[in-house]
């Protein structure tokens, strides 16, 4: 007797929970060749300023955790994407049309990309900052401080990308003590979204990574104006539009000072520059003792 399939609707992932999108839309995930695949939640205006208030809420305290316990939360994040490798490489195949041999690399590369900036989680810092030399009896030094809330576009190029580009632009940001609402990629959102499941699971702590399916064009222009967002990757931008539409997202991000970084072709390389692009720089001035 033949099963009955069970499609499955994915949901947004904001603050520790998988809520449906407030505006009650979904779209159809399909294969390159058209065959449906799973139901998605298409994020609104809506969404995306309750993923903000997530993220924000969860900064402080992500931030006051030691470099060394946040390279641990991210290292547990490549230990459980090891330990769901088939579940990702099957995702990936139906979802880009790739073989299992493509997919495989695909996910090897994000395992090993959380691994590379988990290592840098408590030793960035000492490359970042220096100590000063002064006229004077002080102590200068300058070290560098998570600027807060980060909004991103992970690539959106139909392959390659699904999770490995997620990863790379999401790692380098939660690393130094950020927060961060990314927009998914839009055709093939699946595995983000059980990237999701897996950060529910492991000690990321709710609403410091948050996820949101749908529409980049749509979503963005909300969170490049936000007046909360200190910071914005747009390293998916480049694809969405006639390619041009970043330009108009850096210009509402200038209205409230957000620093933005441009977009990039695929995922971008593992780089300390990504870790550095999200951090201010704090500079302590301490008298010496006289004694």
Do not use: C
């Not at 609707?9 to 998988?18: R, S």
């Not at 392959?159 to 690393?175: K, R």
């Not at 969405?240 to 209205?255: H, K, M, T, V, Y």
């Amino acid at each position: 007797m033949s099963r009955l399939t069970v499609p499955k609707t994915y949901k947004l992932y904001i603050g520790g929970a998988f809520p449906r999108s407030e505006s009650g839309r979904t779209y159809a995930v399909t294969t390159p060749k058209g065959g449906f695949l799973a139901n998605a939640a298409m994020a609104s205006r809506k969404d995306a300023r309750d993923a903000v208030v997530a993220a924000r809420a969860a900064q402080p305290k992500w931030a006051s955790a030691t470099a060394y316990n946040r390279g641990q939360v991210l290292y547990r994040i490549a230990e459980l994407l090891e330990g769901r490798r088939a579940q990702f490489l099957a995702e990936i195949v139906e979802s880009e049309g790739v073989t299992a041999a493509q997919a495989g690399a695909q996910v090897d590369a994000a395992i090993d990309l959380w691994v590379w900036y988990a290592g840098w989680a408590d030793k960035y810092a000492q490359v970042a900052g220096n100590g000063n030399p002064v006229s004077g009896p002080y102590f200068n030094i300058s070290v560098p401080d998570a600027m807060g809330v980060v909004a991103a576009i992970a690539p959106q190029e139909r392959t390659g990308v699904s999770l490995l580009g997620l990863a790379a632009v999401v790692a380098p940001i939660v690393l130094s003590g950020n927060s961060v609402v990314v927009v998914a990629n839009e055709a093939s959102p699946l595995s983000a979204i059980s990237l999701s499941e897996v950060l529910a699971t492991s000690d990321v702590p709710g609403g410091v990574i948050n996820i949101l399916t749908g529409s980049p064009a749509e979503i963005t222009p909300w969170l490049a104006s936000h007046a909360d967002v200190n910071a914005l990757d747009l390293a998916g931008a480049g694809s969405i539009g006639d390619g041009a539409a970043w330009i108009d997202l850096q210009i509402a991000a200038a209205e409230t000072l957000t620093r933005v970084l441009p977009p990039v072709s695929g995922a971008p390389a593992p780089s300390l520059e990504r870790v550095t692009a999200f951090v201010e720089t704090k500079t302590v001035w301490h008298t010496k003792s006289m004694a």
